[in-house]
């Protein structure tokens, strides 16, 4: 069982690196595809429109598994996480846009680990499950982060504001996916598709919303199809990976891709572009890449191995 449960774990580990790897290059769009980027679509509607994919897919999974949907409880958890793990986040980063450097907010969501690791052992799958040295390692991630990213600090109330506001999103995506594991682990070993489609349906519909409201909606399909083409390669398997790894792996484990998705494009554009790289740089990415690793690594009070077992049972 033991043996089992180290494999099972190998396979998190795997789906989180291929997640990241998703989300790099979904982040190099522009730089490595700009044709298909350089379209008229709003950020937020373009948000939307792979967890309308998902939502789609999930939906028939479910309903040819013929599995319970959520309800009552279920229904507004399922709610509440595709809110607070996409909308709120998305919503408070675009106001955020005109007052912080996408830099800086790649700098500032490298605290989403740190606020897992606090978070998790009040809102995550059970109390004391936070790994040891977990808040160490992530902020050793932090500072490696700061490292390569230049952090421009606000010169003014408004932009002292959005990079709060910043904050903040990180804070709420590391809480939302801290109570998404908890859900996610409480589930029968057949409802994870139909809490997937409800929490994708919910998230596809709060950033359409709040295109509509902030940005205006663009239905021309000569627009919209590269987006769609997009999100069915890179977004939708990246979002499935992160659902699937829901009861499978640690909030706190989970949060390193908002640390190891930059490392990632950063090696990429680095073996790509040969640029010339300084020593601050490269002691930034080993800091990086030994957090994340230890936070990966580190025991967890058995949390992941009876989460582990369980689903072995269930499988």
Request: proline residues 5%; contains cysteine.
């Amino acid at each position: 069982m033991a043996a089992k449960a180290l494999a099972w774990a190998k396979t998190g580990w795997a789906a989180l690196l291929l997640l990241c790897f998703l989300l790099a290059v979904g982040a190099m769009r522009s730089d490595l595809f700009p044709v298909s980027a350089a379209n008229s679509v709003p950020q937020l509607e373009r948000e939307a429109v792979p967890f309308a994919l998902l939502a789609l897919a999930a939906g028939l999974y479910a309903a040819a598994r013929k599995a319970p949907w959520p309800r009552g409880r279920q229904l507004q958890s399922s709610i509440v996480i595709g809110l607070g793990l996409f909308v709120v986040p998305s919503l408070l980063v675009s106001l955020a846009h005109g007052w912080v450097s996408a830099f800086t907010r790649v700098a500032l969501f490298s605290l989403v680990p740190v606020f897992a690791v606090v978070f998790e052992p009040y809102i995550g799958r059970r109390a004391g499950s936070q790994i040891r040295g977990g808040l160490l390692a992530a902020l050793a991630a932090v500072v490696g982060s700061l490292c390569v990213f230049p952090l421009d600090l606000p010169g003014s109330i408004e932009a002292s504001a959005a990079f709060a506001a910043v904050i903040v999103a990180a804070a709420c995506v590391a809480a939302a996916n801290c109570y998404a594991v908890r859900v996610a682990n409480a589930l029968p070993s057949n409802g994870l598709a139909s809490m997937t489609a409800m929490a994708a349906a919910s998230a596809a519909v709060g950033l359409a919303a709040a295109s509509a409201a902030t940005e205006g909606l663009v239905f021309r399909w000569s627009v919209v199809s590269s987006d769609l083409a997009w999100s069915a390669i890179v977004s939708l398997p990246g979002l499935f990976l992160l659902f699937w790894l829901m009861p499978r792996m640690a909030a706190s484990r989970m949060t390193t891709r908002f640390v190891l998705a930059p490392l990632m494009a950063i090696l990429i554009s680095m073996a790509l572009d040969r640029p010339s790289v300084g020593l601050l740089t490269w002691a930034g990415l080993l800091l990086i890449a030994a957090g994340a690793a230890w936070l990966l690594s580190a025991p967890d009070d058995h949390a992941d191995a009876d989460s582990s077992t369980l689903k072995l049972n269930r499988s």
